[in-house]
């Protein structure tokens, strides 16, 4: 199974401060009967944008990864969005033309060359990327995706501190983990599964 969710623990001293910092991220959840808001509030520090770079590390098919509070029965939810293929083949579009002069340093036929064809997601060094406002200039985009939503177990998460005490920040760490670990569960099969479906990135022409 492929690994989704890790730790980068060469940023923990680093995430502790920031847990310090933002403690007003926590208000809700001192002295809570349930660990839930301090969980959600200690991954919401893990991960981009305040965490940079992240605590927490995910592979290259995850765009973004939350976790808040079910306001039905207050539970737990993961909410993730990975990148999949397209649902049919991008390249039997018919082509979308701008009228933007074509700009390229590479000389004009260069981009006429690709003008109007329809694109999925770029790799740049093994990454998927968004396109930029030039990409989007000379052609238009299909970025297929798919949102993940499934319940957390809370089993493992620390008690909800009673307030900014010495020690909650590893508290917090300690919730990012047992959140990590149970969304790679959940995530693993899917992005296999993902990853041995074939090529679904075009670069651009």
Same mark, same amino acid.
Do not use: C
């Given at each position: 199974?492929?690994?989704?969710?890790?730790?980068?623990?060469?940023?923990?001293?680093?995430?502790?401060?920031?847990?310090r910092f933002?403690?007003?991220f926590?208000?809700?959840?001192?002295g809570?009967?349930?660990?839930?808001?301090?969980?959600?509030?200690?991954w919401?520090?893990?991960t981009?944008?305040l965490?940079?770079?992240?605590y927490?590390?995910?592979?290259?098919?995850?765009l973004?990864?939350?976790?808040?509070?079910?306001? %039905?029965?207050?539970?737990?939810?993961?909410r993730? $969005?990975? @990148?999949? &293929?397209?649902?049919? +083949?991008?390249? *039997?579009?018919p082509?979308?033309?701008s009228?933007?002069?074509p700009?390229?340093?590479?000389?004009?036929d260069?981009?006429?060359?690709?003008?109007?064809? %329809?694109?999925?997601?770029?790799?740049?060094?093994g $990454?998927? @990327?968004a &396109?930029?406002?030039? +990409?989007?200039? *000379?052609?238009?985009?299909?970025?297929?995706s798919?949102l993940?939503?499934?319940?957390?177990?809370?089993?493992?998460?620390?008690?909800?501190?009673?307030?900014?005490?010495?020690?909650?920040?590893?508290?917090?760490?300690?919730a990012?983990?047992?959140?990590?670990?149970?969304?790679?569960?959940?995530l693993?099969?899917?992005?296999?599964?993902l990853?041995?479906?074939?090529?679904?990135?075009s670069?651009?022409?």
């Open positions: 199974m492929t690994t989704v969710f890790r730790l980068d623990r060469g940023t923990h001293e680093r995430y502790l401060q920031l847990v933002h403690h007003d926590f208000a809700d959840a001192w809570d009967i349930a660990p839930v808001e301090f969980a959600a509030a200690a919401r520090i893990a981009p944008p965490a940079t770079p992240s927490v590390r995910w592979h290259r098919r995850v973004s990864a939350e976790v808040v509070r079910n306001s %039905w029965d207050g539970t737990l939810i993961g993730v $969005q990975v @990148v999949t &293929p397209p649902p049919f +083949d991008v390249g *039997r579009l082509r979308v033309t009228d933007t002069p700009t390229s340093p590479f000389g004009d260069h981009v006429k060359q690709g003008e109007g064809i %329809w694109r999925n997601w770029a790799n740049t060094f $990454q998927f @990327v &396109p930029t406002d030039r +990409d989007i200039a *000379r052609g238009p985009f299909l970025r297929a798919a993940v939503e499934a319940p957390l177990p809370l089993a493992g998460l620390p008690p909800a501190p009673e307030g900014p005490l010495d020690g909650f920040e590893e508290d917090a760490a300690r990012v983990t047992v959140l990590a670990r149970g969304l790679d569960r959940i693993s099969p899917i992005v296999t599964a990853e041995s479906s074939g090529p679904d990135v670069l651009p022409q």
